[in-house]
């Protein structure tokens, strides 16, 4: 069954630690992204990755960091550099990078908590 | 840059009834145009999307939505309401010029269905 895994669901964090957010698709798609989302504000996009071993900042980079060492996984660190990192995070997939029309696939999503 | 507003963060209607969904971009080239459904504590669904055939697009779960470029809107319907379509709907944009798919989300709208 193809899609999109985020673990965990939800995690809890001490403020000044670094944390990781896993992603995994068996999509074989090659475009990969994070969102961050905040309640009222939609998505906001923190990186993105075309193709393995490259990746782009989005709109909300700062204190944060990724890898793409393998198509099918991308997993995002949430720093301590990071001013207000309790938020809902989204991995999504596409299949193309070159078509502007393709949808993106969505994750379930981790919920993190910082306190 | 581009831009989407959805206009009203929170829309409620009797189950039966019309569901509209408003939603405008602000790109004077006419972009590629998604709406995305989320469930509480989900990912987001594809419902729909515009890429320049039909400016009439039938979706999932009986939704449509419909382009109009002289208004620059995208509004989502479906003419009779169900409890199950309760949740947040995200409308979003891809500008046509870009490599990557780059999706720009509108700050979402809370659907209520009233028995």
């Known amino acids: 069954d193809g899609g999109i895994t985020q673990s965990p669901k939800y995690l809890f964090r001490k403020e000044g630690q670094n944390v990781t957010l896993s992603c995994e698709q068996n999509l074989n798609h090659d475009a990969m992204y994070w969102y961050r989302q905040d309640p009222g504000q939609g998505l906001r996009l923190i990186y993105y990755s075309q193709i393995v071993n490259d990746f782009q900042k989005g709109d909300i980079a700062e204190g944060y960091s990724v890898s793409r060492e393998k198509k099918e996984s991308f997993p995002l660190t949430v720093t301590s550099a990071q001013k207000n990192p309790t938020a809902f995070y989204l991995c999504?997939?596409?299949?193309?990078?070159?078509?502007?029309?393709?949808?993106?696939?969505f994750g379930p999503g981790t919920r993190l908590t910082v306190t | 840059a581009q831009s989407v507003t959805q206009l009203g963060s929170h829309v409620s209607v009797s189950e039966g009834a019309l569901v509209l969904l408003r939603c405008n971009y602000s790109?004077?080239?006419?972009?590629?145009l998604f709406w995305y459904v989320q469930y509480p504590n989900q990912g987001l669904q594809l419902l729909l999307k515009?890429?320049?055939?039909?400016?009439l697009v039938k979706g999932i779960n009986g939704f449509e939505a419909e382009f109009k470029k002289s208004e620059t809107s995208f509004h989502l319907t479906k003419p009779s309401a169900h409890m199950s379509d309760a949740a947040e709907y995200f409308c979003?944009?891809?500008?046509?010029?870009?490599?990557?798919?780059?999706?720009?989300f509108g700050q979402g709208t809370i659907l209520t269905v009233h028995p």
């Open positions: 790109s004077s080239v006419p972009p590629y």
């Open positions: 999504a997939s596409s299949p193309s990078t070159g078509k502007a029309n393709y949808e993106q696939y």
């Open positions: 979003a944009v891809s500008d046509r010029g870009t490599s990557y798919g780059k999706l720009t």
């Open positions: 515009y890429t320049s055939a039909a400016t």
